[in-house]
């Protein structure tokens, strides 16, 4: 979101084997592949983790993988990579407590190789990665081993003369993919896009407003923009506002600015507000304790979603701190996001 930082915890060492990430790591593991002097990679994750944690309050959104050229040495450390994959990414998840987080793991392709290898019957290959096939296989077979993993198929990327490792071009473009792959996986839950999700719990969007709804938006947001020229400046909402608290201008302002140009439009505001006043109705509704919060029973038992798996992963989803219930500005940020992907705000109705 517009008023959002977007940081990474990284970790990186070259040509690291899987086994020096083993969330049970002893020495003896990483031996096999002449590691074991870089100690336990994976106990160095969690605690740049928990420090990124103390020192900011942070959302964890999702993870990246990009690794295994240090096993495509040894046929028999290859032939391990996914059990060790699911180890890693299962403790992963339990010691960060973000059990629903997408996994988006990193696969190398060359030109002529296909994005599906399904049908790849693995063998030792010639030169300097014998085991790769086993590697590549496992990387994709992921995907339907591990919950919400997806493989990130890096094709012919640009790498630096001397080595093996992409070039700034390169990196630059592995992120693209890295994040366009997030963007279409992060929020999808089982079969179902956020759109079809958002609509099943009843989600209308702007063909629900009235003309009423639409005048009455108009004229709250021209009682702070002082100058009448139809945007907001954030000296004008955020810093000279009278309403609500700053902090909570400053988040309003935040998520309405869709495009980040500083700048929040007429039309932007217009459907922020359709999307947050529905939003809160629908929570509202299947709050039926009205103490404004909603638990995983209220929200599976409201039916909004018929089918009982389906609501429990959804609620999963919503819960980004993964305390089993619901408050309103946390349930906020993930439909106010699921709102938004691939749409663009529309133009105000004008008188």
């Given at each position: 979101m517009a008023d959002e930082n977007i940081g990474i915890v990284k970790l990186a060492v070259g040509g690291s084997s899987i086994l020096t990430w083993k969330p049970?790591?002893?020495k003896e593991d990483p031996d096999r592949v002449g590691q074991g002097r870089h100690g336990s990679l994976y106990k160095k994750l969690i605690t740049k983790v928990e420090q990124a944690r103390e020192n900011r309050d942070i959302e964890i959104v999702?993870?990246?993988?990009?690794?295994?050229g240090g096993d495509m040495k040894k046929v028999d450390v290859a032939k391990e990579y996914l059990d060790n994959l699911k180890s890693l990414f299962a403790a992963v998840r339990k010691d960060t407590g973000v059990s629903g987080s997408p996994f988006l793991c990193g696969s190398i392709?060359?030109?002529?190789?296909?994005?599906?290898?399904?049908?790849?019957?693995?063998?030792?290959?010639?030169?300097?990665?014998?085991?790769?096939?086993?590697?590549?296989?496992?990387?994709?077979?992921?995907?339907?081993?591990?919950?919400?993993?997806?493989?990130?198929?890096?094709?012919?990327?640009?790498?630096h003369p001397m080595n093996v490792?992409?070039?700034?071009?390169?990196q630059l473009e592995?992120?693209?993919?890295?994040?366009q792959a997030f963007l279409n996986s992060a929020v999808r839950i089982g079969d179902h896009t956020p759109q079809q999700i958002l609509a099943k719990l009843g989600a209308k969007?702007?063909?629900?407003?009235?003309?009423?709804?639409?005048?009455?938006?108009?004229?709250?947001?021209?009682?702070?923009?002082?100058?009448?020229?139809?945007?907001?400046?954030?000296?004008?909402?955020?810093?000279d506002g009278r309403y609500l608290t700053r902090q909570a201008r400053q988040g309003i302002f935040g998520v309405s600015d869709s495009n980040g140009d500083g700048i929040v439009s007429e039309a932007e505001y217009i459907d922020n507000r359709i999307i947050t006043d529905e939003a809160k109705a629908i929570f509202e509704a299947m709050d039926t304790n009205d103490d404004g919060k909603l638990t995983r029973n209220e929200f599976v038992a409201s039916e909004k979603l018929k089918e009982e798996d389906l609501a429990k992963a959804v609620f999963e989803?919503?819960?980004?701190?993964?305390?089993?219930?619901?408050?309103?500005?946390?349930?906020?940020?993930?439909?106010?996001?699921?709102?938004?992907?691939?749409?663009?705000?529309?133009?105000?109705?004008?008188?």
């Open positions: 049970d790591w002893s999702g993870f990246l993988w990009l690794q295994g392709r060359r030109t002529e190789d296909p994005d599906d290898l399904s049908s790849l019957i693995p063998k030792r290959i010639d030169g300097r990665y014998p085991a790769i096939q086993w590697v590549v296989k496992a990387q994709w077979e992921a995907q339907t081993a591990i919950p919400n993993v997806r493989s990130v198929i890096l094709r012919d990327i640009t790498t490792h992409y070039n700034t071009a390169g592995a992120g693209k993919l890295f994040a969007g702007r063909g629900a407003v009235t003309d009423r709804q639409l005048a009455t938006y108009r004229r709250i947001f021209g009682f702070t923009d002082a100058n009448g020229d139809r945007q907001h400046s954030k000296k004008e909402f955020v810093e989803a919503l819960d980004s701190d993964d305390n089993g219930e619901l408050v309103v500005p946390e349930y906020l940020r993930v439909w106010g996001r699921w709102s938004r992907i691939g749409r663009k705000t529309q133009a105000a109705v004008t008188n």
